[in-house]
Structure formats: structure tokens, C-alpha cells
């Protein structure tokens, strides 16, 4: 008997050590979803800046930097609570006030609490892309704390903590609905009441209105930030599965879709524009991914792939619908990409939910689903849950941060002055010149060794000026036809790739100073004419280098004739030459004047 205990108590150490051992790999996992879902911050940063034009860089990533900041203060102080306190009628949890003791589970409160935390921060930083280059920073801080605090956690009570619409059956696994769809319809109002940017749409004279195309400055930054948001998004959908068949499933699901909507969206706007539209199919990658976030653990791979095409068209139906029908400016396509496609999401689990899928029979056996999909065999019983749903969301999120903004326009003021607008809102909210404004806005091309000489020793030597020192200049003679020195400056205009080629040609002439700069340009072709996301760019400024020099030996002549040589092609772009007249040239360093400011120091 004795024996038989001990071994009961043996048996039962076992199993409880077991327990503890699936809670802090559980817990393990928790957390680091919580960091890939925090690692999709920066990528919001990244995708934003590079989406929109260079003079807003540091606003846009001190926003995306700042709502974090904000939210996972306010959610920690009411938003938990609101999310999930119980209320008894399944609408509002009740407000904790920084006390933490009204929850208890299994995993660690503080851990959970963090992991609520930076998924509450993703529906607010989606608002800042649509509102872009346009909203006063203190505006923007207010409405995303209302959002973290208010809108977030109440819509999202109803569906993850034990809300009305979690017992009906409504089922969104990580998002779709709750998260971006909120996002998306927050970004489109407040996109709407803010306006469009100044030449976003201009009336011509046949009363038409012409949609303005402003392409993004850096598409380096947004294509590392849709990686990065990729990334995090296999901790955004996998953070709540519950075995590991389930979890590979959804790493699945959420690797096909936004792959397929990256592939639709690429054929379609090649066939469309003639092009390829990269950033359009950068946002397609997120359509994607946020299409299949309510479906990815109850749908398989084949539904997936569906959910995925569909997403990869409906962005650039989105991002035209809200061009060329509602006229609102949205210079990310962040409605297009979040509340479109969280639409989708969202109606996709009534459609193609289905029993082979490994996380189908975990969220019927919880409540969390009632039935396949329409597909599926399932008929409409999914399908009008997800609708129910669906609109109780819309019409919350649509009303509150309605309320909202028009509460922000009439008092703080939801836009900035035209002025600071126009030259760019770091300088004006942030007080920066740039956010690159140490950085040389050159390619390597410019830095190629025998550009400029350097003395040995790395400093020029002192030359003392002479006060008795006169320029270099021939004297203007009293007979006709005599004249002083000419000096002669000469503007090159060309392709960057012709810049080597250019420099080494004007060495061997005896051309040795020159200035290089980077331009933007175009001639008469206007840059030949295309398109960027579907609105057609008029005037189509292309990057050009721009090489000075001043000459008082080198013929003219040979000048012009070495660049013609070097530059001709007979395409459009090859470049043009500018010959100015020079009055004088000054050495700043020695004083001297004339063609001795234009000789080597060694000579």
C-alpha cells in the first residue's frame, strides 16, 4: 500500500511538473510573439517614411514612435481593464485603473498584459499613414490615445475578452476585424475630415479634377519595412495557437496568402500600367497577410491562396476607389491595405473555413466558431455571424472616432498651415532641416578616387596673401581688338551613370577642377510620362548629376566637343551644355585673383 502511494505521489509530481513546464513554454512563447509583434512598430516607421516624401521622414517616425509610447501607458491604465474587466453584459470590461489583480490565468498577467499591449499599438500607428504630411503632432498624440484607451479595448472586449460577439460565435483569430479593420476605418475618416494634400487634387479647366501623384522618397525604407512587418506578422497571427500542428498551419496560411496577393497584384498592374507597380505590390504583401489574419488558423493552404488573390486585387481597386471615386488622399494606401482587406478578412472565415484546417476543431470545441465555411459545405451560418460582427465593429469604430476627430478639429485643430505644409512638417513641428541633414544626397558615383587631389600631408599649405599681389589677368589694351582673360563656365547636364566616364574624359583635357551636384530634372518629354500606384505623374523629375567647371586655357571648344562625345547616346536624356561668362575668379585661401586662382597650388 505504502508502495502504491509513494508511486501515486511520484505520478502526480510528474504530471505537475509537466504543467509547469507546457506554462513557461507557453509563456516563453507568449513573449517572444510579443517582440515580433513589437519588431512590426519599426516596420510601420520604415514603410511610412519611404511611402511619402522626405521633408515629413522625421515627423512620421517620431509618430509611429510616440503612439507606442502612449498607448502601452493608457492601456496598461484603462485599456486592460476595458478589454478584459467583466461587466456581466458582455459590452465593456470595467476599468482597472493600473491594478492588474482583477485578471488571473494560467500565464503571467504582466506577460499578457505586454502582450496585449504592442497589439493594441498596431490599430493606432495605422491611422498615421493616411493622415500623413499633413496633421499637427499634438492632434495626432490625442486621437491615438484615444484609440488605445477607448476605441481598441471595448470593440475588442466583444471578441477576445468574453464579449457578445465571442459567444455568438464570431470569430477573428488575430486581427482582420478588431485590429486592422478598426485601423483602416479610423485612417479613412480621418483622412476624410483632414483633407487632401495641397495638389493631390487639382480642378482643370474643363471642371475635371486631376489626381495627383506624389511618389514616396525612399523605396529602400518602405520595401525594409514591409520585410519587417512580414516578420512580425508570423508572431501577430501565431502568437495564440495552441499546438504545434496548429502553429505550423498558420505559419503556412500566412506565408501563402500575402505571397499569392504579391504575385496577383504584379501581373495585374503589368498588364494594366505596362509596368510592374513596385510599391503597389509592396502594399499587395500586406493586403495579404492582413487578409488571411481572422482566417489563418481555421483555413488551409488552397484557401489561402484564394484569400491572397483576392487581396492583391482589391488593393488597387482600394487605392483607385479612393483616387479617382471618393477623392480622399491617402498617401500610403493604408485604407486600401488595412480596412479593405480587414473587410475581407473578416467575411473570409464564413467562406472558407473548413475541418482539415488543424486550428478548426480548437476554436469549435471553444466557442470560438459554429460551422465551415460556405465553401466548405458549411451554408451561411459562419458566413452571417461574420457579418454581424463585422458591422457591430464598423458602426462603433466609425461613430466614436468620428466623434473624436470633430472634437479635436473644433478645439486643438486636426491640420497644419498651408506654410508648414509646404515646407515639410520637420522643420515646422520638429524644428530639423532634414532627416538626412548630415547625409551627402549623392551616389558613390561622385566619390571615385582622383576627384580631388590631397596633399601628403591631408591639409593644403598656408600661403600667406600679398597685399601687392595683382590678378593674373592680361591688362585691356588701349588697341581695338585686344582683351583681358576670359574665364568661361560650363554647366554639364547628365546621366548619372555617364558621371565617371564624363570626369575622366575632362582630366585628360587638362581639366582637373570641377563641382559635382545631384539634381532632379526633366527636359521637354516632361520625363517621360507614367504612372505611380495608378495616378499618372505629369512631370516626371529623374535624377541627374550636374558638373560644373571654369576654364581659362582649355578652348572652349575642346570642352564641348569632349562632353558631346562622352554623353551622346540618342536617346531622349542624354543631357545639356551650358556656357556662362565669368567676370572673375577669387582663391578664398590665398587671395589670388584671375587665372592664378585657377592654377594648382603646387604650380
Sequence with gaps: MTTILLATESVAEVAKSVADLGISLDTVWMLLAAMLVFFMQPG????????TRSKNTANILFKNFVDFMVGSVLFWFVGFGFMFGSDGVGFIGMPNFGDLSFYSSNLPTEGFLIFETVFCATSATIVSGAMAERTKFLSYCVYSAVISAVIYPIEAHWTWGGGWLSKMGFHD?????????VGGICALIGAAILGPRI?????QKDGSIKVGAFPGHNLALGALGVFILWLGWYGFNGAAATSIPDLGSIFLTTTVAPAVATVVCMIFTWIKYGKP??????NASLAGLVAITAPCDVTDCAGAAVIGAVAGLLVVFGVWLLDYVLKIDDPVGAVAVHMMNGIWGTIAVGLFATKSAPGYQIALEGGAIKGQGLFYGG???QLGLQFVGMFSTIAWTAITITITFLIIKATLGLRVSEEEELIGLDVKEHGLTSAYADFMPAGNMFYSAGTMPVPKSGLAPVIEKNSDHKPAMKPVAEKPGDMTEKFTKISIICQQNKFDELKEAMNQIGVNGITVTQVMGCGTQKGITT???????SVMLIPKVKVEVVISSVPIETVIETAKKVLYTGHYGDGKIFVYDVENVVKVRT???GFDALQDAAE
Design 199 to 203: 495638389g493631390k487634387f487639382k480642378k
Design 591 to 593: 587671395g589670388e585673383e
Design 277 to 282: 507597380d513596385v510599391s503597389m505590390c509592396l
Design 531 to 537: 504612372t505611380y500606384r495608378g495616378a499618372e505623374l
Design 44 to 51: 510601420f516607421a520604415l514603410c511610412e517614411a519611404g511611402f
Design 173 to 181: 483569430f488575430a486581427g482582420s476585424n478588431c485590429i486592422h479593420m
Design 379 to 381: 451554408g451561411f451560418t
